[in-house]
């Protein structure tokens, strides 16, 4: 079945610090795959989204690359503000397998002190 | 800003209860999902619907029951209440562009049962 495996947290950084978060998913199909963000006390914002192999996804200076050879869809970003902390959440969605519902991952917290 | 408003934000209710939650989606957006998040958790898909009629379901009983109404508007209904319904409640619509539908989501309505 579909899957989506991401980074453990917390995560702390300082300002401007480089930031990756890993994740990786199981599909059964080619799935389009997807990075949201929630702010606290916020819903779910959609942040990049790639929907096949070697895309990248990027915005607000996030980007993720999706690597089908090692099923991945990592985020990164050069230089975190404090305003970037917040939970994200990996997820796919497989829309050639019937299923266009969102399979997430547990989400990693991350701070980013000043 | 995502166009999807939920209400109520905060509902408190007790076991056996039954709780009816509100979704209004984007003008436009035919498909309505919605989603459990637990705390600490990534969100967990419940059921779809397209048009009126449900369009897939995640691993959840019965008593958990959904409408779509032709103004976009959407309710979750759950009955006979459990202590593990407490949760963030999480609807997201989307409209068919292609082979991919993007989902946006409302900021949720949190429920505690007691």
């Known amino acids: 079945g579909d899957s989506v495996t991401q980074m453990e947290g917390p995560v702390t950084l300082s300002e401007e610090a480089f930031l990756t978060i890993n994740c990786t998913y199981t599909?059964?199909?080619?799935?389009?795959l997807f990075w949201y963000v929630q702010y606290p006390g916020e819903g779910l914002q959609l942040l990049l989204k790639?929907?096949?192999?070697?895309d990248k996804g990027s915005n607000k200076g996030f980007e993720a690359t999706y690597r089908k050879e090692t099923t991945s869809f990592h985020l990164e970003k050069g230089s975190v503000q404090v305003s970037d902390s917040a939970v994200y959440f990996c997820?796919?969605?497989?829309?050639?397998?019937?299923?266009?519902?969102?399979?997430f991952g547990t989400g990693t917290r991350l701070t980013v002190i000043p | 800003e995502t166009g999807v408003t939920q209400s109520p934000t905060h509902l408190i209710k007790t076991r056996g209860q039954q709780v009816t939650l509100r979704c209004s989606s984007q003008s436009g957006h035919n498909t309505v999902s919605w989603y459990q998040q637990a705390l600490g958790q990534g969100p967990q898909f419940i059921f779809q619907y397209y048009r009126e009629e449900e369009n897939g379901r995640g691993n959840f009983p019965p008593r958990f029951s959904g409408l779509q109404f032709p103004n976009y508007s959407s309710e979750l209904n759950v009955n006979a209440l459990e202590l593990d319904d407490s949760a963030l409640y999480l609807c997201?619509?989307?409209?068919?562009?292609?082979?991919?539908?993007?989902?946006?989501f409302g900021p949720g309505t949190r429920l505690l049962v007691l």
């Open positions: 599909a059964t199909g080619y799935p389009s």
């Open positions: 790639a929907t096949k192999a070697d």
């Open positions: 997201a619509s989307s409209a068919p562009t292609g082979s991919e539908e993007t989902q946006y």
């Open positions: 997820a796919l969605s497989d829309p050639p397998t019937g299923a266009n519902n969102l399979f």
